[in-house]
């Protein structure tokens, strides 16, 4: 992963004190190196992916940065191929497809979770964190930093934020300090986001090409339509379906409790074709994947 540090911290200052009416663009990216251990039998291989938080003036959207590359790469193949090719290429989901949007203004958590051909998102509150402001002081790729700890999903975190960043935001639901918070790892090291850099933004700089925000995705074949949004923008996909976090709890349940009848109900249901590149689940009769979970990051209970 590309570290990306500025020498100096000033010019990402200017930018988050840039015009409020743009309050829902990022003005900067702040990179972590997430690892979690969600195997504790197997703790030398723990789970890792390069995630990004767009931070804007009054919110935030944290997301996989290891899952937009991909996107953006597949986006480019897709185009230089052809009319003639384009059938032939398969869009492969790479890296989380959890995304994460802070209003702390509002105090407003949007989760938008991906589950057969279909995203959903979710509505709920900021948790409400008791942070411990220590004195101890850090300087990470020229932001100066603050040391905060809290109790919070049945763990203990120790976090950096910088004040001179003044958005109460941070990687997942990490929320509620006087700045963003740029590096956070429980006591046991068993889920942590290390910082990887910091950047300011350029827009659509993670396509490598212009985009703009498609106003008639009809025009667009359906493997192109979550991907023709511009990334800087801090704005849920308008294409998700809205639920609350019980109803989406249901139908993983019925997913994984009757994995056929899911997958027959996703491709009888309209609008939901299947070339639609992004699933959660392995088809029936596939090899799963999906890695062994006994140490969640929210622990249950605590």
């Not at 723990?46 to 996107?71: C, I, Q, R, W």
Request: glycine share 8%; hydrophobic share 35%.
């Amino acid at each position: 992963m590309k570290r990306f540090i500025l020498p100096c911290a000033a010019a990402i200052l200017l930018a988050l004190s840039a015009a409020a009416q743009h309050a829902d663009t990022a003005r900067l990216l702040v990179h972590y190196q997430f690892t979690h251990v969600m195997d504790t039998t197997n703790r030398s291989h723990p789970y890792t992916e390069n995630m990004v938080l767009f931070v804007g003036k009054s919110a935030s959207a944290y997301k996989s940065y290891d899952g937009l590359v991909a996107d953006g790469q597949f986006k480019k193949a897709y185009a230089a191929a052809g009319p003639d090719g384009q059938s032939g290429i398969n869009r492969h989901t790479e890296g989380s497809r959890t995304q994460y949007y802070q209003y702390p203004g509002q105090q407003q958590l949007l989760t938008k979770e991906t589950l057969g051909f279909n995203e959903y998102l979710i509505r709920g509150r900021i948790p409400a964190i008791d942070w411990k402001i220590g004195a101890d002081t850090a300087t990470f790729g020229g932001l100066h930093c603050q040391k905060a700890t809290c109790h919070f999903g049945g763990r203990d975190y120790t976090v950096w934020f910088c004040p001179d960043l003044p958005v109460h935001t941070g990687p997942w639901k990490l929320n509620g300090l006087p700045g963003v918070i740029v590096d956070a790892a429980d006591s046991k090291n068993e889920v942590v986001f290390r910082f990887n850099g910091v950047e300011k933004t350029v827009p659509s700089q993670l396509k490598g090409q212009p985009v703009a925000v498609n106003t008639n995705e009809k025009d667009l074949p359906p493997i192109l339509r979550d991907l023709d949004d511009d990334p800087t923008l801090i704005l849920p996909p308008a294409r998700a379906i809205k639920t609350t976090q019980k109803e989406f709890d249901q139908m993983k349940a019925a997913m994984r409790k009757d994995p056929a009848a899911f997958w027959q109900a996703m491709n009888n249901a309209p609008g939901s074709p299947g070339e639609h590149p992004t699933m959660v689940a392995a088809k029936p009769g596939s090899k799963s994947t999906a890695p062994v979970l006994n140490n969640p990051i929210e622990l249950p209970g605590k």
